[in-house]
Nanobody, 114 residues
Framework: QVQLVESGGGLVQPGGSLRLSCAASGVVFRYSMMDWYRQAPGKERELVATISAGGASTTYVDSVKGRFTISRDNGKNTLYLQMNSLKPEDTGVYYC???????WGQGTQVTVAS
């Protein structure tokens, strides 16, 4: 039974920061490339960031480069997304996923508003 559980979302003002976490179980986490996605109301789900199994390689969508950092702690089976300088357009539900699969977490809401 594979489970991915996101946490850390909330309401934040523009320019603020949040750190999202994704706790994995039922999977050999250290062997899995991982993704963060987000979805705004009425829009398609968007790939935000990807990290290799060992954590050495990362990629980001252009709109978050320089502001977001994806990382992982394989000893804790946990994936992170540090989000700085947040903008209203970052608002949405954020999901973690095992790359190349349909294993998703339940999502955590991020709202950026004054």
């Amino acid at each position: 039974q594979v489970q991915l559980v996101e946490s850390g979302g909330g309401l934040v003002q523009p320019g603020g920061s949040l750190r999202l976490s994704c706790a994995a179980s039922g999977v050999v986490f250290r062997y899995s490339m991982m993704d963060w996605y987000r979805q705004a109301p009425g829009k398609e789900r968007e790939l935000v960031a990807t990290i290799s199994a060992g954590g050495a390689s990362t990629t980001y969508v252009d709109s978050v480069k320089g502001r977001f950092t994806i990382s992982r702690d394989n000893g804790k089976n946990t994936l992170y997304l540090q989000m700085n300088s947040l903008k209203p357009e970052d608002t949405g539900v954020y999901y973690c996923k095992i790359s190349g699969t349909t294993y998703w977490g339940q999502g955590t809401q991020v709202t950026v508003a004054s």
